[in-house]
């Protein structure tokens, strides 16, 4: 008993109420890394990586931290909100000024992928924190 109470704290204290049953965890991961890291690294991380040429919007997507935090204009992913979480927004060709990828809209399937997954506490395993090497713009008193 003292044992299930510890867990149930460390889960709640952690915010991951739903790593309670292993096995959702695992479907959660297995659809991230199958259905959401793959579209990700295809049609985004040209524009929005850590090793992008110039990262667009100041919006990292390849880690976790950085797709929580967003980019110039907000959140891209907030858990379990569509409304809050930018990406949707771009993905879904809602807004002419936030289409992305900008080139074609991805198919309805990956779009619903992506509501499903946020719906569902966007689960991202990817825990590494990156800074963006190339800045935008040139600081002359940090160069000194």
Request: glycine share 8%; charged share 35%.
């Amino acid at each position: 008993m003292q044992g299930g109470i510890l867990r149930i704290t460390m889960l709640l204290a952690t915010g991951t109420a739903w790593a309670a049953d292993p096995a959702v965890e695992r479907q959660r991961l297995e659809f991230f890394e199958t259905k959401i890291r793959p579209v990700l690294v295809e049609h985004c991380y040209k524009c929005h990586s850590a090793s992008s040429e110039k990262v667009k919007g100041g919006l990292l997507l390849d880690t976790r931290e950085g797709i929580r935090k967003g980019g110039e204009s907000g959140h891209a992913v907030v858990p379990k909100n569509l409304d809050e979480s930018l990406l949707i927004k771009a993905i879904r060709y809602g807004d002419e000024d936030l289409e992305m990828p900008p080139k074609e809209k991805l198919p309805a399937s990956v779009i619903a992928d992506f509501e499903k997954w946020i719906r569902d506490g966007a689960v991202d395993p990817r825990r590494a924190t990156r800074r963006v090497a190339k800045s935008d713009s040139i600081d002359i008193e940090a160069g000194r």
